[in-house]
């Protein structure tokens, strides 16, 4: 195993991971101010984004990302960077997400643990960097634009979609935040010297775009986590689907208030985490004395 617990003996990294749309905010991020903004009804948008992903075979991020630039362009609507931010204000959370991370981080702290909190969402990612949790997240990865120099978004600069959020559970895992380093996250990394664990991860999402991530997690020995939607038909069938056949390891409302299930669940994971991590560090200890080391 690796020397990272004698070094930092009272720090075992976790990382939480959250999925955007459905799963912290109520709905999608465009259909606040954005899409109503370009005089078309949500359904409509997409719609349209349907059909320009089937008559074209383009994926299906990059549809709605090149439907917004044409229809702004076409209406002459100016949509900035800036405008981004400001179309995401209205935005609005699922009770207790304003102080789920500030919650769950000070939980943590007195289990050994440090938590860190990630987003990974095919939204974009200048509407959440405007939101007023943006400040909670070590690194927010989602679909962004290139801009030209008057600030107008030109091309997609990256679409991230439900297969290749995957790549950013292994970024992470490697400790490979700079999306540019294409060659580190790819390069061999002997599992006991990677920072992150795929074991100390918890993935928050709340459908089916999100198994690939919850299962990667889940298969190396980390937590998948489903919300669901009381209200919403069929939202707890399929969680509870998913627990019965071992696709994740919670499932809960999208209550993140103080108290409620998704918390007493999340803390017995942390307290998991902790005690697994303090098991291995002992027992790494005693490898040592007999020098030994597990690998």
Known sequence: MTNRSEENPCKIPMACIYDFDGTLAEGDMQEYDLVPKLGVAPAEFWRMSEEIKLSHNVDGILAYMYLIIKMAREKNIPITRKDFAAYSRNIRFFPGVDSWFSRISAYAADQGVEVSHFIISSGI??????????????????????????????????????????????????????????????????????????????????????????????????????VFDKNKKGSREMALDYLQKDRISLAAPNDYSAGGKLEEGTRLIIDKVASRSKFDQAIDGIMRENGQELS
């Open 125 to 226: 990612k200048e509407m959440i960097d405007g939101t007023s949790i943006a400040g909670n997240f070590k690194a927010i990865f989602a679909s962004c634009y290139m801009y030209d120099d008057n600030g107008n978004p030109i091309w997609p600069a990256r679409a991230v979609n439900y297969t290749n959020k995957t790549q950013y559970i292994f970024r992470l895992n490697k400790g490979v935040l700079d999306e540019t380093d294409d060659a580190s996250v790819n390069n061999y990394q002997p599992r006991s010297n990677r920072p992150m664990p795929f074991k100390n991860m918890i993935y928050f999402g709340d459908g089916a775009t999100d198994i690939p991530c919850m299962r990667l997690i889940k298969n190396f020995g980390g937590h998948a986590v489903m």
